[in-house]
């Protein structure tokens, strides 16, 4: 007699043999000696495996289910060609007759057909006992399932998110030429380790599950199953084994890549780091060294100004020396010549005026002090030492024309007491020399003790320039003097250097 399952049987060989085939033909193309030689880059190869796991986990999916409702149909096969005397014996009960306990030797069991509504309740109890089997056996199945599924979904997302992060990084990483042949060595040794294996050689003692899912929704992390009940056949049932195509030792040896890869990521992102530190601190030092560069040349080109201006002070105080010698020849001729007075008066004005320039001079020179003292930022002390005596030097010389100018009209003085103009000069330059006197005093003392400069400027704000008169204002002035003035004797105090003190002549 022809089978009826032949058929059925040879189409399900024919899909077997196809899902090896393709099984192969993945293997042979993404395996461990062929794995670098696909043309694409390392992350189109990742995403083309994910995507071959997903379809043949499909495929194995429907292959299950093909066969579960195989055994369905057999058991139905089965329950449809019994035989009725078998239905009716399944129904019946022995039975035993009613002789005596001698005759116990020649009792028979004999059959007996049993009222139809019997027969009926019978066969509700075995359906409610089937029902409650079925569902006793669904649900451990289901309760097997979920966990079987529960365990393949949370290893596939953590394989995805780490893929998901591997892709983030690899936008950053740069092309495989440009890797030094030592990273290449070490990337080689770290992508051996992970083998995908011929799902034929992998034997899994894991028993198939009662409830297999028939639809899957790639898009949404959870699966929709359409359970199949199935009463178990252990002959059939014992035979199948489920052969995963990736394994857990697999997927944990690409996360432990992945691991590796990104602290190199995050090696290189500290070097970074450390190298914008390192350059900003650069910027910083070079920042701060072109300030003080920028400090210095200011106090360059002051002491520039300064030494200019000194060495003009001092070729003007030798010519004006020389002048006030000149003058006081023609101040001597001016007074001998009485007649003569209102003509010479203004060389008797330049006479004054020569003794008036150095005091201007000094003021100019004590404007220069003030503003080196505002730009000073460094070397505070030493600067203050070298430009206080400078200004001593530019008082002193002002101190010593007054005081020769005191003299000589002293002399003149003495010989034409009747002069008042004489009077009221002399007494002028003993008040301007004393001022002189003064501020010299002042700075030496700051010199020696390291005072305050406040004295010093309270001297200086006392001095004016003006306070050597003109011709016109002694004119006018020895026409209001009192007499008493011609009694005038002081005297200008006389300055001496102290022992500590070096003056440089300018």
């Given amino acids: 007699?022809?089978?009826?399952?032949?058929?059925?049987?040879?189409?399900?060989?024919?899909?077997?043999?196809?899902?090896?085939?393709?099984?192969?033909?993945f293997n042979q193309q993404h395996g461990i000696g062929n794995r670098w030689a696909h043309p694409q880059s390392k992350k189109a190869v990742r995403k083309d495996i994910t995507s071959n796991l997903k379809n043949l986990e499909l495929q194995n999916l429907r292959f299950v289910s093909n066969l579960t409702s195989l055994l369905v149909f057999i058991v139905n096969k089965e329950k449809s060609d019994m035989k009725p005397s078998e239905k009716k014996n399944r129904g019946c009960v022995p039975s035993r007759s009613s002789k005596s306990e001698?005759?116990?030797?020649?009792?028979?069991?004999?059959?007996?057909?049993?009222?139809?509504?019997?027969?009926?309740?019978?066969?509700?109890?075995?359906?409610?006992?089937?029902?409650?089997?079925?569902?006793?056996?669904?649900?451990?199945?289901?309760?097997?399932?979920?966990?079987?599924?529960?365990?393949?979904s949370s290893a596939s997302t953590d394989f995805l998110r780490k893929m998901k992060e591997q892709s983030h990084l690899e936008v950053r990483r740069p092309k495989i030429e440009s890797y030094r042949p030592e990273e290449i060595e070490e990337l080689d040794k770290e992508t051996r380790n992970f083998k995908t294996k011929n799902p034929r050689d992998v034997e899994v003692s894991q028993k198939v599950p009662d409830v297999l899912p028939e639809k899957m929704d790639r898009n949404s992390?959870?699966?929709?199953?359409?359970?199949?009940?199935?009463?178990?056949?252990?002959?059939?049932?014992?035979?199948?084994?489920?052969?995963?195509?990736?394994?857990?030792?697999?997927?944990?040896?690409?996360?432990?890549?992945?691991?590796?890869?990104?602290?190199?990521?995050?090696?290189?992102?500290?070097?970074?780091?450390?190298?914008?530190?390192?350059?900003?601190?650069?910027?910083?030092?070079?920042?701060?060294?072109?300030?003080?560069?920028e400090n210095e040349k200011e106090l360059w080109e002051l002491d520039r100004e300064i030494e200019e201006f000194e060495?003009?002070?001092?070729?003007?105080?030798?010519?004006?020396?020389?002048?006030?010698?000149k003058m006081n020849?023609?101040?001597?001729?001016?007074?001998?010549?009485?007649?003569?007075w209102e003509m010479e008066e203004k060389e008797f004005d330049k006479y004054l005026d020569s003794i008036r320039e150095p005091i201007s001079r000094l003021k100019t020179r004590y404007s220069?002090?003030?503003?080196?003292?505002?730009?000073?930022?460094?070397?505070?002390?030493?600067?203050?030492?070298?430009?206080?005596?400078?200004?001593?030097?530019?008082?002193?010389?002002?101190?010593?024309?007054?005081?020769?100018?005191?003299?000589?009209?002293?002399?003149?003085?003495?010989?034409?007491?009747?002069?008042?103009?004489?009077?009221?000069?002399?007494?002028?330059?003993?008040?301007?020399?004393?001022?002189?006197?003064?501020?010299?005093?002042?700075?030496?003392?700051?010199?020696n003790q390291t005072g305050s400069l406040e004295n010093i400027r309270e001297e200086f704000s006392k001095l004016d320039t003006m306070d050597i008169p003109q011709t016109w204002k002694l004119r006018d002035q020895s026409e209001i003097e009192p007499l008493d003035t011609l009694n005038f004797k002081g005297s200008p105090r006389f300055y001496e250097f102290p022992t500590n003190v070096r003056i440089t002549e300018v």
């Avoid at 075995?126 to 309760?143: F, T």
């Avoid at 699966?223 to 995963?244: A, E, F, G, H, Y």
């Avoid at 010389?397 to 009747?418: C, H, I, M, P, R």
């Fill in 368 to 447: 220069l002090f003030k503003k080196v003292l505002k730009t000073l930022k460094r070397n505070k002390n030493q600067v203050l030492k070298r430009e206080l005596t400078s200004l001593h030097g530019s008082t002193y010389y002002a101190y010593q024309s007054v005081y020769e100018g005191w003299e000589n009209v002293k002399k003149l003085s003495e010989t034409f007491s009747d002069r008042i103009f004489l009077f009221i000069l002399l007494k002028t330059l003993v008040n301007v020399s004393d001022k002189l006197f003064n501020i010299l005093s002042c700075i030496d003392y700051f010199m």
């Fill in 311 to 325: 060495r003009e002070t001092k070729r003007i105080i030798e010519e004006k020396l020389l002048e006030i010698r």
């Fill in 221 to 293: 992390s959870k699966m929709d199953i359409n359970t199949i009940v199935l009463r178990r056949s252990p002959d059939i049932c014992s035979q199948l084994v489920l052969k995963p195509f990736v394994t857990a030792d697999e997927i944990r040896n690409e996360i432990q890549i992945l691991e590796v890869q990104h602290q190199n990521k995050m090696n290189l992102m500290k070097l970074e780091s450390a190298e914008n530190l390192k350059k900003s601190d650069m910027e910083f030092r070079e920042k701060l060294a072109k300030e003080e560069e």
């Fill in 1 to 25: 007699m022809e089978n009826p399952f032949s058929e059925y049987f040879e189409n399900t060989k024919a899909y077997l043999e196809s899902f090896n085939k393709k099984l192969g033909n």
């Fill in 102 to 152: 001698s005759n116990q030797s020649q009792s028979y069991r004999r059959e007996f057909k049993k009222p139809k509504e019997f027969e009926d309740e019978n066969l509700k109890k075995m359906k409610m006992e089937l029902e409650i089997e079925k569902k006793k056996n669904s649900e451990d199945v289901s309760k097997r399932q979920e966990e079987y599924f529960q365990n393949i």
């Fill in 329 to 340: 020849l023609a101040v001597f001729q001016c007074v001998l010549l009485q007649r003569k």
